[in-house]
């Protein structure tokens, strides 16, 4: 049996406008706004980056969706984690490409969601405004509500799944209330619906899974940078009279892996790289000289890092398809066309 690793990559909806982000930051806001006129922060920092095969693409159409997992499958990934937002009461958020995937059946590529269950703060962003949209958990109606919307899901054939259990990712398990409860409700509704269960990984790691109710958890390397491996100030940067949190990705790269390695229930994350100037200016943090080779080298040390496993639980996530306002992304740019893909693939097939 292959026990080649299961890529997911999460793909962010925000690029199409939504009446909320009109409201906060000027009509027509999406993702691109805030990437297209980012600017270098210090001598030699790459920005903006800019999109290339794909264009300044805008996701409610479909023919954009199709190019996107035709590019992801053919370079190795086996699907998208699309970001839900349900911020309680039945409130939903840049809901339309994943809708329209879902409902008209296209593109015909696996999928599985990640609920983003975090407020919606202004706050920060670089495009002025303001937006706060609290996330709330009102109570059980409520949380069978969503599990009724994400069951539609879980039903179809493109669902990604571990022994027969939908695959869900939940961004901030701990702030869900009561968390082992909450998805012990979730995971009886779906045996009801004639599942044999859920397959719930959190995007914040637990100290034991089994205390929040999940089945695993991911290990996403820049949450665990230690401190001393951030660029010292610069003469530049006493100049000008700020310091920017940044370091060159070479040196962050064995941070990104799990110290001691991954146990059962433990998932990593591939980071091509990190860099939120696009949203925080001068307060973003940065990884600089990134390349295909060295993201390569990334690629390749994570997925020795799991090749033991079993083909279908071997599942590693990479973050992100399309994360460009932080600029976590695999996407075709400007400065690189395919190769970050290319190298993706190499390592994928080898």
């Avoid at 053919?74 to 009461?89: D, M, P, R, S, T």
């Avoid at 968390?179 to 012990?184: A, C, K, L, T, W």
Wanted: net charge neutral.
């Amino acid at each position: 049996m292959s026990n080649k690793a299961r890529l997911i990559a999460f793909y962010l909806p925000q690029f199409h406008p939504i009446p909320e982000n009109d409201k906060a930051w000027g009509k027509g806001f999406t993702e691109w706004t805030n990437v297209a006129k980012a600017h270098p922060v210090f001598p030699g920092h790459v920005q903006p980056k800019l999109p290339a095969d794909l264009g300044f693409y805008d996701l409610r159409v479909e023919e954009t969706r199709i190019q996107q997992a035709e590019l992801a499958r053919a370079h190795g990934i086996e699907g998208f984690c699309y970001w839900h937002y349900w911020l309680g009461n039945g409130r939903r958020l840049l809901e339309r490409p994943f809708q329209e995937v879902l409902e008209s059946g296209k593109p015909d590529f696996p999928f599985c969601l990640g609920w983003a269950n975090h407020s919606w703060e202004g706050k920060g962003w670089m495009g002025g405004g303001d937006l706060s949209i609290k996330q709330e958990y009102p109570g059980e109606e409520d949380a069978q509500a969503h599990f009724e919307f994400l069951l539609k899901a879980f039903r179809d054939p493109r669902y990604m799944r571990i022994d027969g259990k939908p695959i869900l990712v939940v961004y901030r398990p701990n702030e869900v209330p009561k968390p082992y409860y909450y998805f012990r409700f979730w995971r009886q509704l779906a045996e009801r619906a004639g599942l044999p269960g859920l397959f719930i990984i959190g995007d914040t790691p637990a100290k034991r899974n089994s205390d929040w109710g999940l089945d695993g958890s991911m290990y996403s390397g820049q949450r665990h940078l230690p401190a001393e491996v951030w660029d010292k100030p610069t003469q530049w940067d006493r100049l000008h009279g700020k310091v920017v949190k940044k370091v060159p990705y070479r040196k962050v790269m064995r941070h990104l892996l799990k110290p001691g390695g991954y146990d059962d229930g433990d998932y990593p994350v591939i980071i091509p790289n990190w860099d939120t100037t696009p949203r925080l200016g001068n307060d973003a943090m940065i990884f600089y000289d990134n390349d295909p080779v060295l993201f390569q080298l990334h690629v390749r040390q994570t997925l020795e890092a799991v090749r033991g496993r079993k083909a279908e639980h071997n599942l590693v996530f990479v973050r992100a398809w399309n994360e460009w306002a932080e600029g976590n992304y695999l996407e075709p740019d400007t400065e690189f066309g395919l190769a970050m893909l290319e190298a993706l693939k190499h390592e994928v097939e080898s």
